[in-house]
């Protein structure tokens, strides 16, 4: 059965505080930051802000989580790679220079967040440690430990975990829910989340578009309805006098401290990617002689170093042409392309780019860490168009932000479910039906670690699909139209389990969300109900890289082939192979089997066209006409039911 709304109501914590109420303020607050890593917009400290009673913010890097791997069925890989663990630090320095900046301080440390917080409140308690004020009998409402809700069921858990552990210290854990554009509370009944579920299971799938329809309707017109984001404090209250005392001492056993910054060491991360795909130990990785790695980027050392910077089409907030973590870079960005550039206006012509740095807005890693807020976001393009006017184009980014809700109330209603091999079908119904969508085989996925290996290093001999791979890989970004491509390919075309790919997303991507991440790997399986969307990544390449640029830019095997053959390497004769000095099967990888199409060889000079020989029929029911034209829809990264073709097509994409 569907997970109810209550699930979220009832983490959301009693109503806040108002400054001057001394029956209901704490004694002193705390305030845990996770997935919200800014001070614009962020719920819980403009409530301590308000409640003015001592507070002390803290992060807690659980090695638990980042050195975390996936289960030996799903390759036992760590989940959390480099660029990731990189991108969150630069997002924790930054938060912890501008709570400096308004009088206040971050302490950082290494742990499990169920244990590290009773010992600071415990620590926090201790006559040795606090001023005669603090040393009063505790009482239970002492210590409000502030924390922003999650939907996933890992981080539940931990919140329930340490809220236990918290009311053992006559304290109390407070969630607030403010990860998404619409906060659930705010719902007209008919789209809220107990209506999702309800007619999720009536038609066995989840289905974006009826959702967002009737939102707009209910409301009246789009982007009614939304709380406005919260300024950022001027001042914060004054650390806990424990603290203040000794920043850097903590209670023994616990690493860290107000002026602590872990590494990736520390926090059991691999230094590179080859380390994470072969599950070499982060301590050995560092040992091993530069010729025993395998290049998963095609140049020398990309992929491998996380220090490395791609000058791709990733987009940079620096000279070091790469992203950088932090709500300072994040608000940069907002202001970069929204206001100085004016990205709105050519947006949905352009987000199905490949190679750049602005054909779309790139704030998907800062809305992942919490650096943004989707309402930040919102209340700057609403500022575009008072000045240039609202257009279809501009109305996209919106739309985007709204797949972003969408997949927080699937994963709030599928519970662990979303993480199944069947996908979050399975809330919906114990035999989710075949209907005109495809779930996984009852006897398991085909393919291999091999084909998956084969995937993961960009080395399928699909150029659209080896470049995506290898960017991702090298830089910890991929671009929509390329991580649709990838994942169709891994899950459709080699039958790989979905997860797998799901899970190196999770280990590569700075912009990892897991209701994001893993509900469009669901979709792109084709377990989310409707319609499934199969790409042919030789015709997307064609269509969306027709110079073949980008896929010259991440192989450098193929750049000197003709630009008729860069799309099929196989497509071209013995002597343009040799005369680019990229011969298939030895410089160049032959294309993997697909059980979607196999190439015909063109070493003996006949098909060179490269055209797929069509073999079957689309498991979806579709004829092998339709098949050869390429993704029914044109590929949306997000599957969103039965929604019409305008919205599942090349306008549809969850990135924002």
């Given at each position: ?26 004694a ?20 301590a ?23 030996p ?30 009088g206040?301080?971050l ?12 010992a ?34 890992e ?5 329930e ?23 659930p ?7 809220g ?38 300024p ?24 860290g ?22 599950g ?17 980027g ?15 089409g ?16 994040g ?21 199905n ?10 704030f ?25 006017g ?70 399928t ?7 995506g ?16 491509n ?12 979905w ?13 990892h969300d ?110 092998d ?12 990264w ?19």
């Amino acid at each position: 059965m569907p997970r109810s709304a209550a699930k979220v109501a009832m983490r959301r914590g009693p109503a806040a505080p108002t400054k001057g109420s001394a029956a209901a303020a704490p004694a002193r607050t705390m305030l845990w930051f996770r997935n919200d890593l800014r001070l614009t917009d962020n719920v819980i400290v403009a409530e301590a802000a308000a409640v003015g009673a001592p507070c002390l913010p803290v992060y807690i890097a659980d090695p638990a989580v980042f050195g975390a791997c996936t289960p030996p069925a799903l390759g036992g890989r760590s989940r959390c790679g480099p660029h990731r663990a990189r991108f969150v630090l630069e997002a924790v320095a930054d938060l912890r220079a501008r709570l400096r900046s308004v009088g206040s301080d971050l302490l950082v440390a290494v742990g499990d967040p169920v244990v590290v917080i009773p010992a600071l409140l415990r620590a926090a308690a201790s006559p040795a440690l606090s001023t005669a004020a603090s040393t009063a009998p505790p009482s239970p409402a002492r210590t409000s430990v502030l924390v922003s809700d999650e939907p996933c069921p890992e981080e539940v858990a931990t919140a329930e975990a340490v809220a236990a552990a918290v009311a053992r210290e006559h304290g109390v854990l407070e969630t607030r829910w403010q990860r998404t554009l619409y906060h659930p509370a705010d719902l007209p009944p008919s789209v809220g989340i107990d209506s999702i579920a309800e007619s999720s299971q009536r038609s066995r799938s989840y289905q974006f578009t009826s959702w967002r329809k009737k939102l707009e309707d209910e409301l009246g017109q789009a982007e009614r309805g939304i709380r406005p984001a919260l300024p950022a404090p001027a001042r914060l209250p004054p650390l806990w006098p424990s603290v203040r005392a000794a920043p850097d001492s903590l209670p023994e056993g616990i690493v860290g401290g107000c002026g602590f910054l872990p590494t990736l060491d520390d926090l059991g991360v691999p230094p590179t990617m080859h380390e994470v795909l072969w599950g070499i130990p982060p301590r050995l990785g560092a040992a091993i002689a530069a010729d025993t790695r395998e290049n998963l980027g095609g140049g020398p050392e990309i992929g491998l170093d996380p220090l490395v910077h791609s000058d791709s089409g990733c987009m940079a907030e620096s000279n070091s042409g790469r992203f950088v973590g932090g709500e300072t870079a994040g608000l940069a960005r907002v202001q970069r392309w929204i206001g100085e550039q004016g990205g709105l206006a050519s947006y949905v012509d352009t987000r199905n780019g490949l190679l750049g740095a602005d054909f779309s807005s790139k704030f998907s890693p800062w809305l992942a860490t919490g650096s943004l807020s989707p309402r930040t976001i919102i209340e700057a393009k609403t500022r575009w168009e008072a000045a240039h006017g609202a257009s279809r184009s501009s109305y996209w980014l919106y739309f985007e932000l709204l797949w972003r809700d969408w997949f927080s109330w699937m994963a709030v209603i599928a519970g662990p479910a979303l993480f199944c091999p069947a996908g979050p079908l399975v809330a919906l119904s114990a035999s989710p039906p075949r209907g005109n969508g495809w779930r996984a085989p009852k006897d398991g996925w085909k393919g291999g670690e091999a084909e998956f290996v084969a995937w993961a290093q960009g080395k399928t001999g699909w150029p659209l699909v080896d470049a995506g791979m290898r960017e991702l890989a090298a830089s910890g970004f991929s671009s929509n139209r390329a991580r649709q491509n990838v994942a169709s390919f891994l899950a459709l075309d080699l039958g790989c389990d979905w997860r797998l790919g799901a899970a190196w997303f999770e280990a590569c991507l700075i912009d990892h969300d897991p209701t994001s991440n893993y509900g469009n790997w669901a979709a792109a399986a084709g377990l989310t109900g409707g319609r499934l969307n199969r790409f042919n990544s030789l015709k997307q390449s064609r269509d969306y890289d027709a110079d073949g640029a980008f896929v010259r830019r991440w192989i450098p095997e193929i750049r000197k082939l003709p630009d008729k053959a860069v799309h099929a390497p196989w497509s071209s004769s013995k002597h343009v192979q040799e005369s680019a000095g990229c011969i298939v099967g030895k410089d160049y990888p032959p294309p993997i089997k697909s059980v979607f199409a196999r190439p015909k060889s063109g070493l003996d000079g006949k098909g060179a066209d490269g055209k797929p020989e069509v073999r079957g029929r689309r498991r979806d029911g579709g004829g092998d006409k339709r098949q050869r034209t390429g993704a029914v829809n044109e590929g949306k990264w997000a599957n969103d039911g039965r929604g019409r073709r305008r919205e599942t097509g090349k306008n549809a994409k969850h990135l924002v």
